[in-house]
């Protein structure tokens, strides 16, 4: 009865090695994926930024400001830098 009680915790055993090394590689998956989509979301709130940015300029160009004449497209900081 001992050798068999022996065979099946190391059945077990095993069965738990492999479950671990499964549940760590999802782990990483995981955490690889929420930490991209922090980055794609960081970027996208800097993209955001620049379009209100220059849209929003765009905007108060054409109904007139009243702090007075806006800078030229020229003058403006390229939409890359923000990215």
Do not use: H
């Not at 065979?7 to 999802?26: D, H, N, T």
């Not at 994926?33 to 929003?56: H, P």
Request: aromatic share 8%.
């Amino acid at each position: 009865m001992i050798p068999t009680y022996g065979r099946v915790l190391s059945a077990i055993e095993k069965a738990l090695q492999k479950f671990m090394e499964e549940y760590r590689g999802v782990r990483k998956s995981l955490r690889d994926l929420v930490e991209g989509q922090e980055r794609n979301t960081a970027q996208l709130e800097r993209i955001g930024a620049a379009m209100e940015w220059r849209w929003g300029s765009e905007r108060d160009d054409i109904e007139g400001s009243k702090d007075g004449p806006r800078e030229s497209q020229e003058e403006r900081t390229p939409l890359s830098a923000f990215c």
